[in-house]
């Protein structure tokens, strides 16, 4: 059963292109990188670097130790009907966390197949509005209205 706590990774590079990747079991739905925590205690910033490694193939750890930022920033979202059985019974909602990862600008990206389909890379405002998901461009908007 998946953990009703989560990351979510925006990616982007310097002139401020943010990378948004399509699901396999959703067409045309594309977002940012995310997953659920493995453990209930697992650090927040080791979810995100894993699930950056699965989801890209980009290793945090062989990036800048700046790279990857905390946004301290949390959101409650209901779980969409349809994932709901991925986790436990009565499960509705999930506690995502935010955060943001400069990448060098000549990035491979190697895409889980399982997971995503497709791949681009936009700029920000364009990539705040094509996500399936509010709160991922809301995400998007916040981190460079910051900058």
Avoid at 3 to 13: A, D, E, N, T
Avoid at 17 to 41: C, H, M, N
Avoid at 54 to 79: C, F, K, R
């Amino acid at each position: 059963m998946k953990i009703p706590i989560s990351v979510l990774v925006l990616i982007y590079k310097s002139n401020r292109d943010v990378l948004l990747i399509e699901r396999a079991d959703r067409k045309g739905f594309w977002q940012s990188v995310t997953g659920s925590l493995d453990a209930p205690d697992e650090n927040l910033a080791l979810a995100a670097t894993r699930e950056v490694f699965e989801e890209t193939g980009i290793a945090v750890n062989q990036l800048p130790e700046d790279a990857l930022q905390n946004m301290h920033h949390q959101i409650e979202y209901e779980i969409y009907p349809e994932w709901r059985f991925r986790y436990g019974p009565g499960v509705t909602r999930n506690t995502e966390h935010w955060f943001a990862l400069q990448v060098p600008d000549n990035i491979q990206i190697m895409l889980s197949p399982r997971e995503h389909v497709a791949y681009e890379w936009l700029p920000f405002e364009l990539a705040a509005k094509k996500c399936f998901s509010p709160s991922n461009g809301d995400a998007i908007l916040k981190w460079f209205s910051r900058k």
